[in-house]
């Protein structure tokens, strides 16, 4: 049976942005008890080298917390409660290729009611894995496309 990656990074595979949602509960025993009201959803995704996630996103009642697994990426982040118009960059590594030896090169905070959307910007394909406050229940995404 091939892994997940493997089926993502498969030449074949020809989608530049794949994401899916995991339970929960694969993570909420592990983390500390001050964490586990904070961490109720999990999203894990991928970008192609090159691309970006076709849409602009907002989560209106949900703080983002987004780490990057394997490869380089960037979050574009408009202003909270802002239009998205301009974008402010954040680029995030794995740790085995962040430049800073401590883990504030591997993830970022998107403010809930902010749009952003996440690009790939190494050489190689960027997986992430995106930590929500609100619930897969109860979370408010809204989509536009990018322009």
């Known amino acids: 049976m091939r892994s997940a990656s493997d089926r993502f990074c498969s030449p074949d595979y020809d989608k530049p942005y794949s994401s899916v949602t995991l339970p929960i509960e694969l993570f909420s025993e592990k983390l500390p008890q001050a964490l ?9 995704f ?3 080298a090159g691309e970006r996630a076709p849409h602009q996103e907002i989560h209106r009642n949900s703080v983002q917390r987004l780490v990057s697994y394997r490869g ?4 574009n982040c408009a202003q909270p409660g802002g239009a998205g ?3 402010t ?8 290729l962040a430049e800073t030896p401590d883990i504030s090169g591997c993830w970022d905070v998107v403010p809930e009611n902010t749009w952003h959307f996440p ?3 190494g050489a ?11 619930p897969a ?3 408010l995404d809204e989509y536009v496309p990018c322009k």
Not at 72 to 75: E, F, K, L, M, P
Not at 89 to 96: F, K, N, Q, R, T
């Open 36 to 44: 586990r009201n904070k961490v109720r959803l999990c999203r894990v």
């Open 46 to 48: 991928t970008i192609k």
């Open 72 to 75: 380089i990426g960037a979050v």
């Open 85 to 87: 118009g301009t974008y």
């Open 89 to 96: 960059l954040h680029e995030i590594a794995s740790p085995d």
């Open 119 to 121: 690009e790939a910007r």
């Open 124 to 134: 190689g394909q960027w997986f992430g894995v995106a930590f929500h406050s609100a």
């Open 137 to 139: 229940d109860a979370i």
